[in-house]
Nanobody, 123 residues
Framework: QVQLVESGGGLVQTGGSLRLSCAAS????????MGWFRQTPGKEREFVAA????????GYAESVKGRFTLSRDNAKNTVYLQMNRLQPEDTAEYYC????????????????WGQGTQVTVSS
């Protein structure tokens, strides 16, 4: 089992940047695929990005491709989501998630979730 804690959310203006962090604890952090999802009220949880346990498979939703960068530091038990050129439509609660599977974009695949961190992008 793994425990996840997100941080780094906040309020930024359009075009600004934020870096989200997800600190993981548990015995087998390096064996998990790590994903980021986001959700706004009244909408389904949306895939943002994911990185496989070996760091070789990573991908992004089309809506964030070219603006967001996902990285993983197994030695520090942490994954990062660098978000650049933020837009108002990026406003959401962002969740870190982990699963004992290969790379996946489906929220149902993930077994463990953090508490979420709010990202608000002002117009």
């Amino acid at each position: 089992q793994v425990q996840l804690v997100e941080s780094g959310g906040g309020l930024v203006q359009t075009g600004g940047s934020l870096r989200l962090s997800c600190a993981a604890s548990g015995r087998t952090f390096s064996s998990y695929v790590m994903g980021w999802f986001r959700q706004t009220p009244g909408k389904e949880r949306e895939f943002v990005a994911a990185i496989n346990w070996d760091g070789l498979n990573r991908g992004y939703a089309e809506s964030v491709k070219g603006r967001f960068t996902l990285s993983r530091d197994n030695a520090k038990n942490t994954v990062y989501l660098q978000m650049n050129r933020l837009q108002p439509e990026d406003t959401a609660e962002y969740y870190c998630a982990a699963a004992t599977t290969w790379y996946s974009t489906s929220s149902g695949t993930y077994h463990y979730w953090g508490q979420g961190t709010q990202v608000t992008v002002s117009s």
